[in-house]
């Protein structure tokens, strides 16, 4: 796992990433995305998340290899200290460790952050399909998530119905004077560097 490195994402990295995504939206039911975007959509969409969450990517010998981002749980004030996150790793480089070091990473810059509560959503088959296993779920639940939530046939996609599950985790205490949530460009740059170095 030492040959990988975490950094931050940026527009320019769109079509590295969309060439990861794009398995994924025409192969598996993992993401509910049934087409794919442009270069240009996917470059807006980096570009539009990382002004309040991170998003970081994984490197290895020279190429991008996965990605992790959080965004926004609910646009409501209250929310603020909740947000989703979606993590995709290259098809040809599972269990090497990267998701691990990707969430590791992202979790790190959220805490600079304030931020208090993780949410995936992850499409939950009823039985094992050639388009959707239990991998996510099993990845998530390895990494400290707790199923908290189960939507049932809400996922069409491939002519198959599949379920969608909220998975919840806790990065830090629920306090009483929570400490006000950071959107991500006003970090302090040093501090941002400094987490980065540890996966680098």
Known sequence: MNDITI?????????????????????????????????????????????????????????????AYAREFHDRAAYAWSCEVSIYVHRYHHREGIGRKLYTALESLLKLQNMVNLYASVSYPEEKTSFLNMDSSIFHSWLGYKNVGEFHHCR?????????????KSISEHTKDQPDFIPFARLDKEKVREVLKKYS
């Open 7 to 67: 950094r931050l994402a940026e527009p320019e990295d769109a079509s590295a990433l969309l060439s990861i995504y794009s398995y994924y939206i025409l192969n598996t039911a993992v993401t509910s995305e049934v087409e794919v975007p442009t270069v240009e959509q996917f470059a807006a969409r980096i570009y539009n998340i990382t002004g309040k969450y991170p998003y970081v990517v994984a490197v290895k010998d020279g190429e991008i290899v996965g990605y």
């Open 156 to 168: 069409y996609k491939f002519h198959e119905w599949y379920n969608m599950a909220w998975m919840e």
